[in-house]
């Protein structure tokens, strides 16, 4: 499993983690949702349950529940401001196409 993570997203993931020091690390996910398939999902990982999985990125916890896995390896985790917008944002090769508005994704043949 081969998640990459930016400088940038090292960054603004370690703010959060600072914030909540007891966090099991940062969550990364995919989740059925949109018009496309997936949504990624980026958050802070209170606990970690009986299918999750981590992963040491760069002094970052990563935490990825088995079912993304499969979905997400070899991503890479960008975070990107543009004028008043800052959004994490993600280099997916398993991604096949993805929605109109880039809020999400398709993989292979089964969406």
Do not use: W
């Not at 009986?50 to 529940?65: K, P």
């Not at 985790?77 to 090769?93: E, K, S, V």
């Amino acid at each position: 499993m081969t998640i990459r993570i930016t400088p940038a997203a090292r960054s603004r993931m370690q703010e959060f983690l600072a914030r909540q020091p007891g966090a099991a690390g940062v969550r990364f996910g995919a989740r059925p949702s949109g018009c496309s398939g997936y949504t990624y999902s980026v958050d802070i990982a209170e606990t970690l349950g009986a299918d999750d999985r981590v992963f040491e990125v760069d002094g970052v916890r990563l935490v990825v529940d088995a079912k993304s896995l499969p979905l997400l390896d070899g991503t890479e985790i960008d975070f990107r401001r543009q004028g008043l917008n800052a959004a994490f944002a993600f280099d997916n090769p398993n991604a096949t196409g993805a929605c109109g508005c880039g809020e999400s994704f398709t993989v292979g043949a089964q969406d």
